[in-house]
């Protein structure tokens, strides 16, 4: 076992090129050149890009403004994956230009389940209860 399998954590290097493609993807994205039907006049925003450790591939995490037509974004930014990665290439000075990934940013749907988890009644009802004296019954 290498000392990269055992580390999950991803290194400097790893977190500051990915956090370069995220915005050079942005930056592309924004300027709207792609041709893709499932891409037209929809605002898509890059939340991460995680390298491997090798530096060859990256996986975008993406959101849709709004979260509409999740699915057909994605899949039109696969099929632009190419273009995309000869833009980058342009724009970004590595060695290698990493092959690309997109997947579909899901912690705002986290975020929102825990925070409508966290306003429940009972919960608000036990948490607001710890400052409260106790009922006598």
């Known amino acids: 076992m290498t000392k990269h399998q055992r580390n999950r954590e991803p290194s400097q290097r790893q977190l500051r090129v990915g956090e370069e493609l995220r915005h050079a993807l942005s930056r592309i994205l924004q300027r709207g050149e792609l041709r893709d039907p499932a891409l037209q006049e929809v605002a898509v925003t890059v939340t991460e890009v995680r390298m491997s450790p090798d530096l060859k591939n990256a996986t975008a995490y ?3 403004l709004g979260g ?3 699915a057909e974004v994605i899949a039109g930014l696969t099929r632009s994956a ?3 990665r000869g833009q980058i290439a342009r724009e970004v000075p590595l060695r290698f230009t990493p092959g690309l990934v997109f997947a579909l940013d899901t912690s705002f749907d986290h ?3 825990i925070n409508e988890l966290l306003h429940r009644p009972e919960v608000e009802r036990d948490l607001g209860g710890e400052d409260e004296p106790p009922e006598d019954g």
């Open 68 to 70: 509409a037509r999740r």
């Open 62 to 64: 993406v959101m849709p």
């Open 111 to 113: 975020a929102s389940r």
């Open 82 to 84: 190419g273009y995309l």
